[in-house]
Each structure stands twice: as C-alpha cells, then as structure tokens.
C-alpha cells in the first residue's frame, strides 16, 4: 500500500497536470460530427488548442463562448446562446460538447438550466446533442476531465433496445493513445465481437488528408452508435476512471461490466485475452498466440537491462499505475512516483509512496534514478539530472509520431520494452565512454 502525499506549498511552480477541460475536449474530439465548446474566454480555448495541436499535429477544432469581463458578471447564457447558434449555422456539427472552465465554474452559471432555456427558444435545434461536462480547471486534471466528459455523454445519448449478444461497449480512457484504440479495436474483432468505443480518438485522431477543411471532427464514434450503446451485451472499461461511466451503463440499462486497470505486459494482456475468448466464446486467434510468444522472447532479451533499475514517473493516475505494474514486472525499482489528482488506484500502488504535485516536487524525489518516464515538460529536469528521458503522456511536442504510439496488447508491450531498453543502452555506452576517456586523459 502507498502513502499518498500532497507538498505543502500554495502553489504549483513547474506544474505537471493539464486541466479537465482540456481532457474533457480531448474525449469529445473522439466523436464525429463533434466540435467541443468551451464555456469561458478565448484563453482558455486557445491554450487547449495550442497542446492538442502541438501533440497530435493534426488540426483542432475547438470553439468558445468567448467570455469577457461584463459578461462574466452579467451572466454566460446569451454567450453560450450565440455561440451553438452560430456552430449550427457555420459548421453544421453532428453533436456539440460544451465544457465549462474555472471561470465560469467560479461565477456558477447553471448551464444545464441555459441548455433547457435555449431548446425552448430555438426549436430548430431540438434534434441536436448538446452533450454538457463541468470540467472546473481549478481543481481536478486532464484524467478527471476526460472521464467527467465520458459519463456525460453516456448519460445523455444512448438509448434502450434489443439487447445484441455481439456487441460490446469499449470506454477507453485518456491513458489511451489513439495508436493503442487502434490495437485494441483489431483484438477485440479479431474474436468476433462488435466493439463500440466511446471514445475514439483512434479514428477521429489518427491523421486525415480531406480535400478541404472541416470545422467539425471528420470521423469516431457516430451519435447512432452512441445511441446504440444502450444494446450492447457488455461493457468493458479500459481504465479506472472509466468505472463511473460503466456504472451508469449498468444502472440505466442493466448491462454489465468489467475494468481493466492496465493493457502492458504479459499478465494485464493475457487476462484481457482470456475475457474476450469466454465473452466471445471464441478460441483464441493464433497470431496472438504467436505475438504472446513473441512478447515473452523480447521480455528475455531485455530484462538484463532493466533489473534493479531505478526509473521515476511524473503521469496521471491510470497511466501511471499501468506503467508502475508493467516495470516492476521487468525487475525494475520506482524510485518516485508523482501524479496528478486523486485515484482509488493510488493507495493500491506497490509502491512505498507517491506524490499529487508538480514537476517541482518530481526533480526534487528522482535525484538518483536511472530513468525518468514523463510528458515533454520533462526533458528539461533530465538534462539539468543527466538522467535518460522516456516520453510518455500528454503533451508530447517534441517528437513525431504520438497519435500512432502503442503501448497496448503483446505489440505494443514490446515496442515500450524496446524503447526504454535502448535507453539504457545507450545511457551504459556513455558511461563506459565518458570512464574511457577520463582514464586516457588520467583524470579517472
């Protein structure tokens, strides 16, 4: 069990976490048809952008309500009024996700109350999904958001029906790349089985080439299937965050469920296998046979690498109870562990402690490791540390490739070996480089 511990200081001076409205965003762009919305200034809009777009290279779309100073004390109705009118009139949106902020959060507008008011006054949008997540950024994080967003939409979109035994509902979350949506969409066909994902970020964020610009997400999960999920005969949620929207499944149309807290290594994969092949009733397809043997051989070939290695993580909370579980796995040490906002997951972390703080908090505890696993925000501590530096988690700006990343099933664990194995290797050569030259040059 971990001790859980939050710095005593009042503010965050290199901070580590994204807010919830960005995470909520990022859970919407995984349907289609969608524009997210934000209820707040043109700021907090532009910010989100500016990450997404650094992060996954693909173009954005995101609108705001654009508050200002007198509206923000007047009231944010007419604002958010105007704005779905204008989307409707200019983008055409399938369904709209509206996101509010720590500055209207803080004034306390009742948006579903807004929402009501303006279906009343505007008929002509009464066929339209307009799908509302209380994402405050003064508290919470991108994982809070991105879940807060999930259990709105299945709340509001499906719909009862006939129960079809093949279809399953996948709610994935933010520890999720869209590379990782795209291998575990390939799983679970392969044993038969309709998956829905809610949310999919692996079609809507994967790369598009239209002939011209569309304001609004060009593909992901449709609202007819949204609408659909309420048939499903299973839910599987990838992800402790995604309890409470699996809960809400179950509560409104008896559907049961299952968690899988982590989808790395040999153990968390086999288990996700096994449920499949019983939930299917399908043997289990021979090439994952051969991936698993595959898997075991690369976990061979380097764990004389990562044994007894002391690796520090600065991730959100499902991230990092997954890659804390597949490590150890390896034989390797956590050195320290610090995140992001509050999990069940973190007392359970086989770990003697982690850390809800900054980057600040983080240079300070991974003083001595091998390996520090973090977002981009990270590089800077291990060169100051001349620590190796394994990127993981949002944003990524300074390398390619992010939105076709996998971590996830027997490929994907093996990619995340390879990568952090080269590291090491790498770091041993300069060691071994760096006492060479100090013993010609008789400094050593």
């Known amino acids: 069990m971990a001790i859980v511990t939050l710095p005593n200081k009042s503010v965050a001076v290199n901070p580590l976490k994204q807010s919830q409205a960005l995470g909520a965003s990022l859970a919407f762009l995984g349907l289609k048809g969608m524009i997210p919305l934000f209820h707040g200034s043109q700021g907090c809009t532009a910010f989100a952008k500016v990450v997404l777009v650094r992060h996954f290279r693909e173009a954005i779309p995101l609108a705001t309500t654009a508050m200002t100073e007198v509206t923000t004390i007047l009231g944010g109705e007419d604002n958010i009024e105007q704005a779905i009118l204008t989307l409707v009139e200019k983008s055409n949106p399938e369904i709209i996700g509206l996101c509010s902020t720590g500055l209207t959060e803080t004034r ?24 509302f997540a209380p994402t405050p950024d003064f508290k919470g994080a991108l994982q809070d958001g991105f879940a807060a967003a999930v259990e709105s939409i299945v709340k ?74 309420g048939c499903s005969a299973f839910t599987i949620a990838l992800g402790e965050s995604m309890r409470g929207a699996a809960r809400i499944l179950e509560d409104r149309f008896n559907i049961p469920y299952e968690v899988f807290t982590e989808l790395s290594g040999l153990e ?129 700006y300074d390398r390619l ?30 060691r071994v480089k760096n006492f060479h030259e100090n013993f010609v040059s008789g400094n050593g």
């Open 401 to 430: 490739g992010n939105g076709h990343f996998t971590k996830v099933g027997y490929r994907g664990s093996m990619e995340v070996l390879f990568g952090i194995g080269n590291l090491f290797i790498d770091a041993e050569e300069a």
């Open 108 to 131: 306390g507008d009742d948006i579903e109350k807004f929402l009501k008011e303006i279906r009343d006054r505007h008929p002509e949008i009464s066929h339209l999904p307009i799908v």
């Open 156 to 229: 509001e979109i499906p719909q009862p029906g006939t129960t079809r035994s093949e279809q399953v509902t996948i709610l994935a979350g933010s520890a999720f790349t869209p590379g990782d949506l795209q291998e575990i969409k390939e799983i679970v066909t392969s044993f038969g089985l309709v998956p829905i994902f809610v949310p999919d970020i692996g079609a809507s964020l994967d790369g598009h080439l239209e002939d011209e610009y569309t304001a609004i997400t060009a593909s992901g999960t449709t609202v007819k299937q949204l609408q659909e999920v």
């Open 268 to 396: 968390p994969v086999d288990e996700f296998i096994q449920a499949l092949a019983i939930l299917s009733s399908n043997p289990v397809p021979e090439k994952y046979c051969r991936q698993r043997r595959q898997l075991q051989d690369a976990m061979l070939d380097t764990h004389f690498y990562f044994g007894a290695k002391r690796i520090s993580l600065a991730l959100e909370p499902d991230l990092l109870w997954s890659m804390v579980r597949f490590l150890q796995s390896m034989g390797t040490q956590i050195h320290a562990a610090v995140t992001t906002t509050r999990s069940p997951l973190l007392e359970q972390l086989p770990i003697k402690s982690v850390t809800i703080g900054d980057l600040e908090d983080f240079e300070e505890l991974a003083v001595g490791s091998d390996l520090l696993i973090g977002n981009s925000n990270v590089t800077a501590i291990a060169k100051r540390l001349s620590i190796p530096h394994y990127r993981l988690g949002i944003p990524i």
